[in-house]
């Protein structure tokens, strides 16, 4: 009798234990399945739940921000359009893997071509930009002219040939400071990855590159201060449906761009971000940004893409800064270049 | 018969709702704290320490700053350590490079360049930080130098790489949150006293809620390389309370850049 009793309270233990247990497996998340009948699942506190790690990756160098204008107001390509393209994707990719069937094969001095992502599957896209309808940048100011044409003179990228006279004449990517709001998810070469966490009243947005980690409050509290201004701006979100829809002001203006890692017409500090991500399947987001510039454009644009998981993808931590040779080498050896100038010309 | 079996589901019925409600509860003196739906404590919010530690995990007197032109504005507060027992248990060796990093901290601090802190000084920083705590990874965001963390709650994985914030793997131990952190790189310290470790580091992190607002705070240090033995640090960390408390950006590095770059700039004719 006794003996029986242990048995059952062992098993009504077991029972309590598979009890809290089952909304734990509960959470699991659907596989990648047919959209139009996909339903987002939820996190257990009842947000659509967007979790997970996603790429840009295939929009990797195949769509131009702007569009090609034989494709006029059309965003997507036709079925054969994409045919021809996953065929350039499949090529791309076993180019890639002739680099390891010949590892001297990389004699340049520049990384090798692993160092860099790719896209996996075509893009269906004729450009990043979806409004206008046209898919081309809105006119800009006479204000934001000026304004752009001055950051250029100031600014230079990696691999130019202007003189590495100081840090300060580098892009704040180059620095290894940020890459801004926009140019933090437009794809680039490697580093596209994005991680969301989702906790009870917040999301968090960390991209890999740079590190940046956007902390977005869920409610209807008010920005900071109009005096705070910060590089990644102040974000908001709130849910529409499905969708998270996140509002950022209070940008430092004219430091990032709406060009990938930051390059690009700088945003003013009067921008409004909204960005716009809806799970679309188990592996997709749809994600898009308008900008709203008034200073530096005529009217609001969108552009947008999907991020994907992938399997297998993960991010590291991208310490940019602290590993950024490359600032202290292109620096140094430009003085030690104007030394060599100057004792060539005294010998003369 | 009939009636043991329907007796035996009754037990049965009663026994599992206390179990269920013991673990919904959690263990006593944290009761009221932000509960995840799953039961579990929802670390999720801003958070601060309020130590000295940054200056020095261990106890130390005010000391005038660095530079005697900032005045008291910039000279070291006294603190109490967070070291329990405050002593940290050097290997001798290890005792005369904490010596010679505290005779250079103003230049050898990896604070000071604006490098990621790393686990655990990321924690006692004199920053806030925001914990998004999802349902299978846990996300830290620290403000000091945007670094940041994802601590994994799945099946332990192993790190990729060294790094500066370190690999992080978390499980619960009752109301408890443990994160490990492994995969540490030898360059971070634990303060502007030259206190340091070695990349073979294991920090045990614990979190408890002590009240809604508190969390006990809890590192276990094992660096076989640098110390004898393991040695253990603790401080309270302290919900931001303020209305619309967020966190901000300190992105440091154009705070740095002169330091390091200063002298390959070109020289002005």
Known sequence: ?348 | MRNRVRLLIVVAAIAATLLASVSLLGQAGAAGIPRMPDGKPNFTGLWQALTGANWDIQDHSAEPGPFYQLGAAFAIPAGQGIVEGNEIPYRPEALEQKRLNRLNRWTADPETKCYMPGIPRATYMPYPFQIVQGTGKIAFAYEFATSNRVVNMGPPTKAPVASWMGWSNGRWEGDTLVIDVTGNNEQTWFDRAGNFHSDTMKVTERFTFRNPDVINYEATIEDPKTFTRPWKMSFPIYRRLENNAKLLEFKCVEFTEELIYGHLRKPTN
Request: net charge neutral.
């Open chain 1, 1 to 348: 009798m006794k003996h029986r009793f242990l048995l059952s309270a062992m098993l009504v233990g077991i029972a309590a234990l598979s009890m809290l247990a089952a909304p734990i497996a509960a959470q699991q998340r659907p596989a990648n399945s047919n959209a139009s009948t996909w339903t987002p699942p939820k996190t257990p506190w009842g947000d659509p739940d967007l979790q997970g790690i996603y790429t840009s990756d295939d929009y990797i160098s195949n769509v131009p921000f702007a569009r090609a204008a034989q494709y006029g107001t059309r965003l997507y390509l036709t079925d054969e359009e994409v045919a021809a393209q996953q065929a350039r994707v499949q090529t791309a990719a076993q180019n890639a893997l002739q680099e390891f069937a010949n590892p001297n094969a990389n004699v340049g001095t520049g990384p090798p071509g692993h160092w860099g992502e790719r896209a996996r599957n075509a893009p269906r896209q004729t450009s990043l930009l979806m409004e206008p309808e046209d898919g081309q940048l809105p006119a800009m100011t006479a204000e934001g002219q000026a304004r752009d044409a001055a950051a250029r003179r100031g600014r230079q990228g990696a691999g130019t040939a202007l003189p590495a006279d100081s840090w300060e004449g580098y892009t704040y990517y180059i620095r290894c400071i940020t890459r801004g709001i926009a140019g933090s998810v437009l794809p680039v070469i490697y580093g596209n990855g994005t991680e969301i966490v989702q906790g009870p009243g917040y999301v968090m947005i960390l991209q890999e590159m740079v590190h940046e980690a956007r902390v977005i409050p869920i409610d209807s509290r008010p920005h900071v201060g109009s005096n705070i201004k910060t590089y990644m701006g102040d974000s908001r979100g709130r849910w529409e449906g499905n969708t998270l829809v996140i509002e950022t002001t209070n940008l430092l203006g004219e430091r990032t761009g709406i060009g990938g890692n930051g390059g690009g017409v700088t945003f003013s500090d009067a921008a409004k971000i909204t960005e716009r991500l809806t799970r679309t399947s188990g592996d997709t987001i749809s994600y898009s940004m308008r900008v709203e510039d008034p200073k530096n454009f005529t009217a609001p644009f969108t552009f947008g893409f999907p991020i994907k998981q992938e399997p297998g993808y993960q991010n590291f931590e991208y310490a940019c800064h602290e590993g950024n040779n490359g600032m202290m080498n292109q620096l140094s050896a430009a003085r030690a270049q104007e030394k060599a100038d100057a004792e060539a010309a005294k010998q003369k």
